[in-house]
């Protein structure tokens, strides 16, 4: 164990000259459930940027909600630039010179820039003035946005500039910015750290929460890491390795993955020339959607979210099946086209599919596991002439459970009793029981902590070397280097070529995801509409 | 912001609460009844005893009890299904109706047949009467999404005038002095009543009849559809998680053509069991409105048929009561629709605390006292 632990500075109670931007201590928070914050103390400097490191569920957004004031703390003093106060709101909050850029972003799609914007603030307003200073700031950091454009128009990043330059109107002393690079491709991270750089240089203290380990070596001078709701350790992510940053955050080294040798069989799914207009005016719709997915092998699919991969999905798992004026064979299963088939019949020949919301879609959060199983697993002669077995579906919900190490209270626990790892775990492992012959999986590890998400790729590796041909569709593209054979990219609903994932990197990858790939020149993926 | 408790959700849903807060509402009801008996100036103690012990206090009663539990529960228990599938079925009244319709028109077209199989036959009608009148909604909502919930409230009020044109036209009984009622229907086309001497002679006299038996009949039935078989479980997914079904590669198609069927057979079959039962006859206005009331019993009922008996005889009795009041103490009828109202409003209000608690604003308060003398220390 090599990270260095920084003792908090000894001269608290000597009034060092310059007082800490914003100082907690003893700051604890209690829901029914759990207890989200423990006793959390840390200061950030003015001008500093600090990380707060910690898996999904370590209590980072709780412990920001307390400082923006949106929940407030059972115990625990907050101090601004040396003044003990309570933060009762979030527009206290502002007023106090804090802003925050929320990681689901709260903007209005029928609205243009300028009036969501205007809608943040709590003061008066003057559209046109506003706009004025809109395009002053923006331009002063490089944000460049039009005041004028409707939000729905905007790409994911062009949002969250957005949602920026909205917190700089305000001239804010700290910005907390929520897991800001989840929704970017690497070209715009490294955009928004050159922002965040340049305010933190003015002397804008930056809140950056992340669990992106490299990220926050990269950017952030101190980091405080959270696990379970407390303090982990405080530290410089320069001076320290990924590995011991991991340490801290998971308490637990970072799991391997046993990757076998990959010798690619029969084509299993193929989709030939998919266009799917989309229904949703703020969908995104398909066009020329063309691949092959062999026996054995674990084809990723990288992209930003909104760029097509919920109409893919729907298309190829047969929710929303092709209209009668598509042939059938547009998309085919051990070469049977099955484009027009619905889900259920899809599954029939040998199909599963893991969907990115656990709850709702992937499992009926009021039923029990057992029921829950029955969901898909019911092909597994669970049903006899219309009746359902009791004694199988059980037997399966408990294999599954000690297969997959799914921490429950047994068969008959609600799916929405279940953490997101835990339940995740229970949904891979009823798809990978049926031995399918192709599993599709979105967002395999989404909100789930890095243990889980460790076990759940291992998984699907194992899968793979038995002979299932295996499509991920992730947007976190360190995971599809970790575990796919091929990458391909989806930008404004087109596919890139597919290539061998030794052959690409992700400099690469993430100029594809802007829409940059060959056969793609002319489209620029901002202008879908 | 001053009161000193606060609404908390609670971790999980509380079992002890799921089954207590029907009992909390109806001792509520009980409560409420009182002050309204108290407050028009009635004795309320013999209000009360007019209103829930006289009824069940003889054999008649009981019998009478019975007697409207059974449709109610019996449209009750179809209804249960649809809306454990989502598909808000408010139409049982039209429904009910129309299969009494379908049933009469059968009794009157087998006038003096003494037959078994007029009574099957007027079932069969019953049941089919209903499922077309529920087929209208759920061919619109599957083919063009429109809400069943519009569509068949709305069909209730086209059932009436469908009886009216047929009792003062086509089906209008000739010696009826111009009255809007069909013949009286013959022995074959009425349920069998428990006379003879093979019955217990308890029921002897009584004007229970043997459609009781067919509710009985249906209460497991139900619930072995709901449990145990694959069609009411995908049905059930379709109601808790449209987005599992699709997903699963359910039908939501399907899942509306079924509950709607379904619903509307038993409400049919209801209807049919009036007017080949105490009614007897098809007149222009003979629905004490069961197919609504039947609403409620359902949610007091938590959509499970063994709540829903329950319930349906706690309303069978209200009805009763309203009744007896009305007679012994000339209180309007409209009183048992009051206590219909009071049990929904108090049972919806004792459901909150099913996923909530109270809890006393404490912690915060005592946090904000723990801050303030370190305030003053850093002042001085």
Same mark, same amino acid.
């Given at each position: 164990?090599?990270?260095?632990?920084?003792?908090?500075?000894?001269?608290?109670?000597?009034?060092?000259?310059?007082?800490?931007?914003?100082?907690?201590?003893?700051?604890?928070?209690?829901?029914?459930?759990?207890?989200?914050?423990?006793?959390?103390?840390?200061?950030? #400097?003015?001008?500093?940027?600090?990380?707060?490191?910690?898996?999904?569920?370590?209590?980072?957004?709780?412990?920001?909600?307390?400082?923006?004031?949106?929940?407030?703390?059972?115990?625990?003093?907050?101090?601004?630039?040396?003044?003990?106060?309570?933060?009762?709101?979030?527009?206290?909050?502002?007023?106090?010179?804090?802003?925050?850029?929320?990681?689901?972003?709260?903007?209005?799609?029928?609205?243009?820039?300028?009036?969501?914007?205007?809608?943040?603030?709590?003061?008066?307003?003057?559209?046109?003035?506003?706009?004025?200073?809109?395009?002053?700031?923006?331009?002063?950091?490089?944000?460049?946005?039009?005041?004028?454009?409707?939000?729905?128009?905007?790409?994911?990043?062009?949002?969250?500039?957005?949602?920026? /330059?909205?917190?700089?109107?305000?001239?804010?002393?700290?910005?907390?910015?929520?897991?800001?690079?989840?929704?970017?491709?690497?070209?715009?991270?490294?955009?928004?750290?050159?922002?965040?750089?340049?305010?933190?240089?003015?002397?804008?203290?930056?809140?950056?929460?992340?669990?992106?380990?490299?990220?926050?070596?990269?950017?952030?001078?101190?980091?405080?890491?959270?696990?379970?709701?407390?303090?982990?350790?405080?530290?410089?992510?320069?001076?320290?390795?990924?590995?011991?940053?991991?340490?801290?955050?998971?308490?637990? #080294?970072?799991?391997?993955?046993?990757?076998?040798?990959?010798?690619?069989?029969?084509?299993?799914?193929?989709?030939?020339?998919?266009?799917?207009?989309?229904?949703?005016?703020?969908?995104?719709?398909?066009?020329?959607?063309?691949?092959?997915?062999?026996?054995?092998? /674990?084809?990723?699919?990288?992209?930003?979210?909104?760029?097509?991969?919920?109409?893919?999905?729907?298309?190829?798992? *047969?929710?929303?099946?092709?209209?009668?004026?598509?042939?059938?064979?547009?998309?085919?299963?051990?070469?049977?086209?099955?484009?027009?088939?619905? #889900? *259920?019949?899809?599954?029939?020949?040998?199909?599963?599919?893991?969907?990115?919301?656990?709850?709702?879609?992937?499992?009926?959060?009021?039923?029990?596991?057992?029921?829950?199983?029955?969901?898909?697993?019911?092909?597994?002669?669970?049903?006899?002439?219309?009746?359902?077995?009791?004694?199988?579906?059980?037997?399966?919900?408990?294999?599954?459970?000690?297969?997959?190490?799914?921490?429950?209270? *047994?068969?008959?626990?609600?799916?929405?009793?279940?953490?997101?790892?835990?339940?995740?775990?229970?949904?891979?492992?009823?798809?990978?029981?049926?031995?399918?012959?192709?599993?599709?999986?979105?967002?395999?590890?989404?909100?789930?902590?890095?243990?889980?998400?460790?076990?759940?790729?291992?998984?699907?590796?194992?899968?793979? #070397?038995?002979?299932?041909?295996?499509?991920?569709?992730?947007?976190?593209?360190?995971?599809?280097?970790?575990?796919?054979?091929?990458?391909?990219?989806?930008? *404004?609903?087109?596919?890139?070529?597919?290539?061998?994932?030794?052959?690409?990197?992700?400099?690469?990858?993430?100029?594809?995801?802007?829409?940059?790939?060959?056969?793609?020149?002319?489209?620029?993926?901002?202008?879908?509409? | 912001?001053?009161?000193?408790?606060?609404?908390?959700?609670?971790?999980?849903?509380?079992?002890?609460?799921?089954?207590?807060?029907?009992?909390?509402?109806?001792?509520?009801?009980?409560?409420?009844?009182?002050?309204?008996?108290?407050?028009?100036?009635?004795?309320?103690?013999?209000?009360?005893?007019?209103?829930?012990?006289?009824?069940?206090?003889?054999?008649?009663?009981?019998?009478?009890?019975?007697?409207?539990?059974?449709?109610?529960?019996?449209?009750?228990?179809?209804?249960?299904?649809?809306?454990?599938?989502?598909?808000?079925?408010?139409?049982?009244?039209?429904?009910?109706?129309?299969?009494?319709?379908?049933?009469?028109?059968?009794?009157?077209?087998?006038?003096?047949?003494?037959?078994?199989?007029?009574?099957?036959?007027?079932?069969?009608?019953?049941?089919?009467?209903?499922?077309?009148?529920?087929?209208?909604?759920?061919?619109?909502?599957?083919?063009?999404?429109?809400?069943?919930?519009?569509?068949?409230?709305?069909?209730?009020?086209?059932?009436?005038?469908?009886?009216?044109?047929?009792?003062?036209?086509?089906?209008?009984?000739?010696?009826?002095?111009?009255?809007?009622?069909?013949?009286?229907?013959?022995?074959?086309?009425?349920?069998?009543?428990?006379?003879?001497?093979?019955?217990?002679?308890?029921?002897?006299?009584?004007?229970?009849?043997?459609?009781?038996?067919?509710?009985?009949?249906?209460?497991?039935?139900?619930?072995?559809?709901?449990?145990?078989?694959?069609?009411?479980?995908?049905?059930?997914?379709?109601?808790?998680?449209?987005?599992?079904?699709?997903?699963?590669?359910?039908?939501?198609?399907?899942?509306?053509?079924?509950?709607?069927?379904?619903?509307?057979?038993?409400?049919?079959?209801?209807?049919?069991?009036?007017?080949?039962?105490?009614?007897?006859?098809?007149?222009?206005?003979?629905?004490?409105?069961?197919?609504?009331?039947?609403?409620?019993?359902?949610?007091?009922?938590?959509?499970?048929?063994?709540?829903?008996?329950?319930?349906?005889?706690?309303?069978?009795?209200?009805?009763?009561?309203?009744?007896?009041?009305?007679?012994?103490?000339?209180?309007?009828?409209?009183?048992?629709?009051?206590?219909?109202?009071?049990?929904?409003?108090?049972?919806?209000?004792?459901?909150?605390?099913?996923?909530?608690?109270?809890?006393?604003?404490?912690?915060?308060?005592?946090?904000?006292?723990?801050?303030?003398?370190?305030?003053?220390?850093?002042?001085?």
């Amino acid at each position: 164990m090599n990270h260095q632990v920084i003792a908090s500075p000894p001269d608290l109670a000597g009034a060092p000259s310059v007082p800490a931007r914003l100082s907690l201590s003893g700051v604890t928070k209690q829901y029914p459930l759990v207890r989200a914050n423990d006793n959390i103390s840390m200061e950030v #400097a003015p001008g500093e940027i600090h990380a707060v490191l910690g898996e999904n569920g370590a209590g980072k957004s709780t412990l920001m909600k307390i400082i923006y004031g949106a929940v407030r703390p059972d115990a625990g003093e907050i101090r601004w630039n040396g003044q003990l106060l309570e933060i009762a709101n979030p527009a206290a909050a502002r007023k106090l010179g804090i802003g925050m850029v929320f990681q689901h972003f709260s903007l209005f799609e029928t609205l243009t820039v300028g009036e969501n914007i205007a809608l943040a603030l709590d003061d008066e307003f003057d559209l046109k003035a506003l706009s004025a200073r809109i395009i002053k700031v923006s331009a002063e950091y490089g944000l460049d946005i039009d005041p004028q454009r409707h939000v729905h128009s905007l790409t994911v990043g062009e949002r969250q500039r957005v949602e920026i /330059v909205r917190c700089l109107l305000q001239d804010p002393r700290l910005l907390i910015m929520d897991e800001p690079t989840s929704v970017l491709t690497p070209q715009a991270v490294r955009k928004l750290f050159t922002v965040l750089r340049r305010l933190a240089s003015e002397g804008c203290s930056i809140l950056y929460i992340s669990h992106k380990l490299d990220e926050i070596q990269e950017l952030c001078d101190t980091a405080t890491v959270m696990r379970g709701g407390r303090v982990t350790g405080k530290v410089t992510p320069a001076q320290e390795t990924q590995a011991s940053l991991a340490q801290l955050m998971v308490g637990h #080294a970072l799991p391997a993955y046993v990757h076998r040798e990959h010798t690619p069989g029969d084509i299993l799914m193929a989709v030939k020339d998919l266009s799917v207009a989309s229904d949703d005016p703020f969908g995104t719709s398909l066009s020329g959607v063309s691949f092959e997915l062999r026996a054995g092998e /674990v084809l990723g699919i990288a992209g930003v979210s909104g760029n097509g991969q919920a109409e893919l999905l729907a298309a190829l798992s *047969g929710e929303l099946p092709l209209p009668a004026s598509a042939p059938g064979e547009t998309i085919t299963i051990c070469g049977r086209p099955v484009g027009r088939l619905d #889900a *259920g019949q899809r599954r029939t020949q040998g199909f599963a599919f893991v969907p990115e919301e656990r709850l709702g879609r992937g499992a009926v959060p009021a039923m029990s596991l057992a029921d829950n199983g029955l969901l898909t697993a019911h092909r597994e002669q669970m049903v006899q002439s219309g009746w359902i077995k009791s004694a199988v579906v059980r037997a399966f919900a408990e294999t599954c459970i000690k297969a997959f190490d799914v921490r429950c209270g *047994g068969p008959d626990a609600l799916a929405q009793s279940l953490s997101g790892g835990n339940l995740q775990k229970f949904i891979v492992g009823r798809e990978i029981l049926q031995e399918p012959k192709v599993l599709v999986v979105a967002q395999p590890t989404w909100g789930v902590d890095i243990g889980a998400a460790g076990f759940i790729r291992q998984q699907l590796l194992d899968l793979a #070397a038995r002979g299932t041909a295996i499509l991920v569709i992730s947007e976190e593209l360190q995971e599809l280097f970790d575990i796919c054979d091929r990458i391909a990219v989806v930008a *404004g609903g087109r596919l890139s070529p597919v290539k061998v994932t030794r052959d690409t990197n992700s400099e690469e990858i993430g100029l594809w995801m802007a829409g940059l790939f060959p056969g793609n020149e002319v489209v620029s993926h901002a202008a879908e509409h | 912001m001053n009161f000193p408790y606060q609404l908390e959700a609670r971790p999980s849903p509380s079992r002890t609460m799921q089954l207590a807060a029907p009992l909390l509402a109806a001792l509520l009801t009980l409560a409420g009844g009182w002050l309204i008996f108290s407050l028009i100036g009635k004795d309320a103690a013999a209000a009360m005893y007019a209103f829930f012990i006289e009824p069940l206090s003889s054999i008649d009663g009981l019998a009478e009890l019975l007697l409207k539990a059974s449709p109610i529960c019996l449209i009750g228990l179809g209804l249960a299904l649809a809306y454990r599938a989502n598909v808000w079925n408010i139409g049982a009244e039209g429904q009910m109706l129309v299969g009494g319709v379908a049933a009469s028109g059968v009794a009157i077209y087998f006038d003096g047949v003494t037959a078994w199989w007029v009574l099957a036959l007027m079932m069969f009608a019953g049941v089919l009467g209903g499922m077309i009148w529920a087929a209208i909604p759920a061919f619109l909502r599957s083919r063009f999404n429109t809400s069943e919930i519009l569509v068949s409230l709305m069909l209730t009020y086209v059932a009436p005038q469908l009886i009216i044109y047929l009792v003062s036209g086509p089906w209008r009984d000739p010696q009826g002095m111009n009255f809007p009622l069909s013949i009286m229907f013959g022995p074959s086309a009425l349920y069998p009543l428990f006379s003879g001497d093979w019955h217990w002679t308890f029921w002897k006299g009584t004007r229970i009849n043997a459609s009781v038996f067919l509710t009985l009949a249906a209460i497991p039935l139900i619930w072995l559809f709901m449990r145990k078989s694959f069609a009411g479980y995908r049905m059930s997914v379709g109601g808790l998680a449209p987005m599992a079904a699709r997903y699963a590669g359910f039908s939501e198609r399907r899942t509306i053509w079924s509950a709607m069927l379904i619903s509307g057979a038993l409400a049919g079959l209801a209807g049919m069991g009036e007017v080949a039962g105490p009614i007897g006859q098809l007149q222009s206005t003979w629905s004490p409105g069961y197919g609504f009331t039947a609403i409620i019993v359902v949610f007091v009922g938590r959509l499970h048929p063994v709540g829903i008996v329950l319930s349906s005889l706690l309303m069978a009795l209200l009805y009763l009561g309203g009744e007896a009041v009305q007679t012994s103490l000339q209180l309007p009828q409209a009183l048992s629709g009051v206590f219909q109202g009071l049990l929904l409003f108090c049972l919806l209000g004792c459901d909150l605390f099913v996923n909530f608690r109270l809890r006393r604003r404490g912690v915060v308060a005592v946090a904000a006292k723990t801050i303030k003398p370190l305030e003053t220390s850093t002042l001085s």
